[in-house]
């Protein structure tokens, strides 16, 4: 997976190279171009994780920037309205998450996200205490996030 | 008091912050950087990797004392500083190499200078904290 | 002569490796070295005789005018003489008195040391080396008084002798070194040509004030007198060389050098007959309250000191001729009876005259030997104090004819309380009924005895023949003070007048006083009630009070408060700078030459000045720190925005580790407390508003003076072309001042060896320092 | 603005002596710091500020092509800076040694009579 | 078109800015002020380099626009979880009106260390109670 | 005349540091090194000063940048002088200290950091940049703080920071003048600064500027009312240490002094007044101070301070006559200040104290050592014809021919408090007998004799050093001759530094 | 006509530097120590906002390196806060 990654970054470092154009969107293009021709090569290899999870990267960078404005915007009118409407409150969230790399990119994206953020680890890293600001119910919190964010993200990284 | 998170986070902006300091020291001669910063910035990553993992693991990655870096760094920069009287120059002139070498630009002896600073800085910032932080 | 100077500091210096040689029978070798010295000066007699004087000149710093310039002439010769004669005697005495003492290398090194000293005094043709040898000669005096070092009243009186001397010592540098500036020249004999140079000079009554103050300590004038009683703590050989016979005429060879450079006024003059008469008549009367036989020549010798004041004073020949003769006359008895005193002691172990009589019967050829020295004191006829007196006398009856009634009463007066003194110590002693306690007394060793009774029969034959001395070479002496031919004839008979009627009245006084005088420790306690008034405890009590002001005055600048410390440096800055800047006038802004104000910097600037605000009023550290940082940071934006990015960056990392720094430290420390007063707080809230705002005017002013741009321009220029490098902040830190940077990383190296063992060392009791 | 930096460096002085007339060896310690970062203002502001012109020289060019600031007080204040931070460590440590012995920051409790001299 | 984008863009960073500001100045307990101000800011800092990235040709810009963001990705969450752990830890009050707090009792209070389930084993008194605040006080 | 070797004496002992550093904790590798490079760093020190005095001034463009652009080096008479003396006295506290200073200091950095303070004193002598100054008087201050505070008992802490705290606003004056002087005239070279301090127009500022140096300099060479640093800390430290902090760190001060204040600032009445009031307040608290003291060290302490006075006077005086006077004093006090330290120390060793109250009978139990003493303490008495006496005899002159009446009176009374309280120091060390002779702790005795020579050998070196200036005065005279004229005619001093030696 | 320029002087610069204004508001009051910490880290990153919109208007591209610093180990004294604040109650 690792060698068609090194790939596609060689095929667009030809592209920019080709080109001779070093503005960034031209490396950007290349990179897209680079992929799509070895998609197009390696159609029919046993391996096809890298060309799945390119998109799924992709959509879920996009994914992240939705809630990541959705929540900001409700935050910001909270911030500036005098009245408040949050229900904040300490979360134990228990982790599907493994390794630590796992552990902290979903901790990362957690506390990028507004509205909530990661007070601790627990020793044994099965537990994570999430600090929510509209927090309705508790039960609902971990399982939207279960099945939000975690998934999508582990589906990612295994 | 650890922070797994901190740990984690440490084990890739160690080697990050390091190469950044490499980068600063070598291109201070031409943009804003240098010797001084360059140290600065590697040693706050021992720092940072300190907080995370306790000095004992820190000073394990350093292998060395860092009070020994010191001597070295001096050594380092008087010995750059004194190379050009061998050329019967002032002590402190300039050397350089005829030709440029790419990435770095021109190598001179202002450079060997530099590196001297860089470890001494190393040295003096580490073992001042360190120091501090065994002493508990 | 340099030799002859020499000799004594060689031999002196000598002894520190040799002193146990000399301990054993080789001490016999010690008094030959005044006897050689001596018989060197005998040998120049009939030459200075005859009007020659010897000069001998040896470079040492001649940049300076400060030279080994000797020059005998009568005075130097006559003084010389004494000095290497009282000494002969005075080191075979000395062998035998302090034969077995632990430190007999010590005291002949010192009394060797004191010698060449002494010589050098009276022998300098330079007025700095003669200064040189002054200094000596006082600082030999003090090991030579603190002999007895365990005593601590011996430690005390050095101390105060020096302190007198050497107090007069400095006066008298300044005084001879003003006196040398104006006549252009140090050497002696040249000055004696700028005697008007120097006495119209208007600086010329502080010349002589100064010389005055160096010659009356030395001297033991009025109000100086005090040091020289304490002086007897010393071993009697040394009271009797040092206290009586030279040193303490230092002062008198002085006033008699320079009164052919300085003398002849009417200043000069008074002074001296004023300290000198007032000394000499004051010192009489005490002398007679004393029982003490030390205490009693002690006095006798300030009195004779101050008569020799008194008749240099007068200035006239005949009291100069006077002088010359009284010089040798009063060394020669005063030395005798001193010795005599050391043999009492030494044999009776008491001094007090009112317990010692009958001696005669044990100590005849000590009897003699007294009884000649008391004689010569009080001037009895054929003997050399009679002609001594006939001087003095003759000198204040020829002096102006309005004081000659007064001036003779008082030279009269004293020489009456004189004439009892010297028989309080010569004859007392050994006359009357011999105490049970004295009878199994011994003579002592010939060498004991023998040295003053040698010094007394010179006494007496000096008084025989007063011609062989005085008229062959004292005269030249009397022309060596005058400064012109003096006419001197010496006579054992001058025929029945007036001069020899007030000798007779006197002598006959004198003996009189001695009979109905019988001083007692309750006469000597009744006196003590006016020690009050006494110079001693005046200079005690202006001491005390020096020293309490010092303590005062040290405690109140010096207190231990680093906040007061500081507030006095910022305030004496502060003063300073304001007074500068008001000379300086007012400010002109030129507001177009300033670059264009921000929005962004006006905020930065708040946040820094409520980021100080929080600094100085907090409570909390941690708050300070964190303040600090923003003062750190805002520092950093300031940078960039004026174009300093490496500045910009540097800052930022230092004054990030510099939190952390004070954050691992300060995590233990409680928080302030304010212990401080709500006035102090506005007081040092003034001062240092103040100073800000001298800074910033300061700043301001020197904002607006032009300055030129040729180095930066020059870095500019070639930072590139000649030094490779496009960030010019960096090239000159490595290339154009690459020595500044080399230093500063080794003031990091310092600091964080010094952070290393700061923290880690951890001394044992034992090796603590 | 040259005024402002006026103000500030002012200011700094100001409060650095205010501080090291404090009794407790924290605030001395900040004091010290505060007059440090006043000297650098002053120097920078001495050197004739500009903005928006680092002493850098373009990439494309060997010499400057437009006005620069002054790099001299820039070298010298991170010449200062950097030996003010050697200072400021030692005396950070100092006062670490100075609570360990004391108990306080108060200086007056450091303060040794004569009668302890050796 | 490009200074329309970039209008729109330091916009809406300058904004986020703001409102994190505003957040921190507003908020009523530190982890709401925490939690607001971490990812604003770095929303707002985020969207001015692209501004910054756009704007200059350089690539050299761009990679050093993208390594700003990346870092302060990375190190923004950390910071928020050291501080706002060492502020549980310290005591500092929650809200009023904040909901639950699952984190009370769970820290050992010898080790600092973190429990995972069923609350403490260790006895030491027992889970404690939340840490609410009645009012805002001077805690150092 | 160009030479790139006048560096020398600095570069050797950066290496003496360096080295040792790489032999951090083998102490007894350590002493041989710094004995050993003391004794180069003494011959260096020697022919750099025969050169000089034969040749005349000696300069080097560091980095090849000629002055005004670069950093030059410059050794006139003056600075070798003072580099030749600080040797003398490195030597000397060198050898001092492999035994005077005890082993934990040694494995804790005491050998490279005094050989860095060495350095700093020799840089700090030889520059000709007003800038790089500072910096050695940052290395100078940093190092000895660490030296002051290595292995500190609390009363060394304490002086260590008030040392520290008053030194550093020392530092700041001195670096806010240094600011000052680049906005008056943009430029660092002291010998180019000569040139354009005099063109700045509007001359109080200039003034003003030299106030600031007047002020740093002045706390860092201890003179009232800005002394209070010396005697806070003088005492504390080991004495080894406390050596060369008294021969050496104030005369600092006095040398910028004398280095700014003749090339860079002229003194004009005004300074010339500020400075003779100063110079006689100082003298008269450094006597006061002294007068109270019964700790030796104390009493050093407050009689540096005097000293300080003399030479401070004979700045304001600012003649050739008074500043003869100056530098003879300066050469002598070097002399005789380290050793009067280094002696406190051995007295330390010889009966456990240095209060003046507990000591005694040193004259009894230790004569030659006695002796010895006794001619560095009369030399600094200045009893004739010993060292401290010559300059006096040119502070005089000076002092009466400018009518500085009250100079001499406070010179007099300098150097009387001065032969008191020696005076006074012999009667009870030496000549009393200790109040308590079963408390006597006499280390000396029981020293193997090598050790014995190390510690007495050095303070004999010092002291033969004094007496061959007190003896020999006529070659110290025609020094002190050169290095005024040079100070008062500084023509020679720009010319050798600016001279554009391309274009001849 | 209203250039990108004058759009961030008069609009972007303003805003953030009053959001500065705002944190140090907050940094001044506390109450806690956690909140000046967060206040200054919060004010550090206005601060890599600032410089990038400063480097953009003088067109000094050489500024960014300093943001680079900022972001890079500006986290590094709020750890130190964090790690000691924690250790001062142990
Ligand atoms: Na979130
Ligand atoms: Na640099």
Known sequence: MIKYFLMNLLLSGIWVALTGSMYYTNFLFGFLLGFFVLWIMNRNETDQRYFYRVPKIISFIFYFLYELIKANVQVAFDVVTPKYFFKPGIVKYPLNAKTDFEINLLTTMLSLTPGTLILDVSEDKKTIYIHVMYLTDAEKFVMQTKTGLERRLLAILR | MKSAILQTATRYLLPILLLFSFFLLLRGHYFPGGGFVGGLVASIAFVLHSLANGTASTMKILGYKPISLIPIGLAISTVSIMLPMLFNLPPMTGLWFEEPIPVIGMIGSALFFDLGVYLVVIGVVLTILFTIALDE | MLFTVLAGLITSSLLIPFGKLIKTKWSILLPFIPVVLFLFYVMHVPSIAEGTNFVQRVNWVPSLGVNLDFRLDGLSLLFALLITGVGTAIFFYGRTYLKGHIYFDRFFGYLLLFMSAMLGVVLADNILTLFIFWELTSISSFFLIGFNNDDKSSRDSALTALSITGLGGFFLLAGLILAGNIAGTFVISELFMKHEVLTIHPLYPLIIGLLFIGAFTKSAQFPFHFWLPGAMKAPTPVSAYLHSATMVKAGIYLLARFTPILGGTDLWSISLMVVGGFTMIFAAVHALFRIDLKGILAYSTISALGVLTFLLGLGTPAAIIAASVFILVHALYKATLFMVTGIIDHETHTRDISVLSGLRKVLPPVFVAALLAALSSAGLPLTFGFIGKDLIYEATLHFNENWTIWLTLLAVLTNVGLVAAGFMAGIKPFAGKLPSAFSNIHLPYPSLWIPPLVLAIFGLAFGLVPGIIGNYFNHQTANAIAGIETDMHLKIWHGFNLVLILSMATLLAGTLLYVVNKPSSSKLQMLARFDGLSPQAIFRRLARGLKDFALFFTRRFHNGYLRAYHLKIILFAELLLAYKLWLSGPISIDFDSLTPLSWYEVVIVAILIGALYIIVSAKSRLASVVSTSVIGYCMCLMFVFYSAPDLAMTQFTIDTLTTVLFVLVLYKLPGFINFTSKTVLMRDALVALGFGAILSLIALRVLFEPNTTEISNFYGENAYLLAKGKNVVNVILVDFRVADTLFETVVLSIAALGVYSLIRLRLKSSEKE | MELLLVLVLGLLYAAGVYLILRRSLVKLLLGIMLLGNGTNVLIFLLGKITKGSPPVIDESYKVFQDIYADPIPQALILTAIVISFALTSFAIVLLKRVYALVNSDDLDDLNTPEEEDL | ?140 | MIDNHILAPVFVQLFTAVIQLMFWRKTLTQRYLSVGGSFIGLLVAIRLFSRVYQDGILTMNAANWDAPFGIVFVADLLSVTLVLLTSIACFAVSIFSSIGVSRQRMLYGYFPIFHFLIMGLHGAFLTGDIFNLYVYFEVIIISSFVLMTLGGRKAQLEGAVKYMAMNILASMFFLTGIGLLYGLTGSLNMADLALKVRQVQDGTLVGITSCFFILGFGIKSAVFPLYYWLPSSYHTPPSAVAATFGGLLTKVGIYAMLRVFSLIFVPDEFTRTLLMVIACATILTGAFGAIIKTNIRRLFSYLIVCHIGFMIGGIAMFSKLALMGVVFYLIHDIAVKTNMFLIAGLIRQLRGTMDMDKLGGLYRDYPKISVLIALVLFSLVGIPPLSGFWPKIFLFQEAFLQTQYFFVAALIVGSFVTLYVIANMWAQVFWKNPPREEEVDDRFAPMQPYRKLLMVLPIGMLALTTLYIGLNAEAIVLVAEKISSQLIDTSTYIEAVLNKNNEL | MITLETYFDFVILPILSISAMLVFIRLYKGPAIVDRVIALDLIITIGIGIITVYSIRADQQVMLDVAIILALIAFLGTIAFAYYIEKQKK
């Open chain 5, 1 to 140: 078109m490009i200074d329309i984008i970039l209008a729109i863009l330091s916009t809406v960073g300058a904004l986020s800015i703001l409102f994190a500001s505003i957040g921190i100045l507003r908020m009523p307990d530190f982890y709401l002020r925490l939690s607001v101000t971490v990812k604003a800011s770095t929303l707002g800092v985020g969207l001015l380099l692209i501004c910054a990235a756009i704007m200059f040709p350089d690539v050299s810009v761009t990679t050093k626009a993208i390594a700003i963001i990346f870092f302060l990705i990375i190190t923004a969450p950390i910071a928020a979880h050291m501080i706002g752990r060492a502020a549980y830890f310290t005591g500092t009050p929650l809200w009023k009106d904040t909901v639950i707090d699952q984190l009370a009792g769970m820290y050992n209070k010898e080790t600092h260390e973190l429990e995972s389930n069923g609350g403490p084993k260790n006895s030491e008194g027992g889970s404690e109670p939340p840490n609410i605040a009645k009012s805002e006080e001077e805690t150092e």
